[in-house]
């Protein structure tokens, strides 16, 4: 009895060492998501959880986030070699889209209005920025990319030149587990 209690204590130590913030061993399949660590990684007005991630859990085709943005917040324009699918769960905004991205700049983009119950997809690509107009409200939308982990490639305005776009990779929120990892190339 004495030694299958050890035998029990000593390997809950082994995999209490070896999960961390970059492991999937450990973390249980079935997870309350409120329970699921957020962050606004230094961007004011954002709460970003990843439900699902290549980096945190691995998965290797989509990954998934819950996104949160107080009134008045909104995302960079960035664009990604990845698509992109969008539900909005609550709030109102706007999407702002450059579809002529493959030009040598991402160019005067559409505006969208977006709505709870709202989805939308962005292609491989495309330029593009999410703003919470609503004064009242948070903007809350479920993120599902292909292709994880993402790159992205940042934009000061809608007609900076791509070859001037900074690229951020690792993304703010797989920093801590891909920090030693050379920066893909672009795919443009």
């Known amino acids: 009895m004495a030694w299958t209690w050890l ?3 000593f390997s809950s130590l082994v995999v209490s060492a070896t999960a961390s913030h970059c492991s999937i061993q450990g973390l249980p399949l079935v997870r309350n998501i409120s329970e699921i660590p957020q962050d606004n990684y230094g961007r004011q007005g954002l709460s970003h959880i ?23 917040s909104h995302t960079p324009i960035h664009r990604h070699s ?3 699918v969008f539900v909005v769960l609550k709030g109102s905004g706007n999407l702002y889209l450059a579809s002529s991205s493959h030009l040598k700049y991402p160019g005067t983009p559409q505006e969208y209005s977006i709505f709870a119950n ?24 479920l993120v599902i990319i292909s292709r994880p ?40």
Not at 52 to 70: D, N, R
Not at 121 to 141: C, F, K, R
Not at 173 to 188: G, I, R, S
């Open 118 to 141: 709202s989805t939308f997809h962005i292609p491989v690509n495309d330029a593009h920025q999410v703003w919470n107009t609503n004064e009242h409200e948070d903007l809350q939308m």
């Open 50 to 72: 990843t439900v699902a991630g290549s980096v945190l859990h691995g998965m290797k085709e989509v990954e998934v986030w819950l996104q949160t943005f107080s009134p008045g």
């Open 82 to 84: 990845c698509e992109e």
């Open 149 to 188: 982990p993402v790159k992205v490639f940042i934009y000061d305005d809608w007609f900076m030149p791509h070859t001037a776009a900074k690229l951020k990779f690792p993304y703010y929120w797989d920093e801590q587990c891909l920090k030693h990892e050379a920066p893909p190339k672009d795919e443009l």
């Open 7 to 9: 035998i029990f204590f």
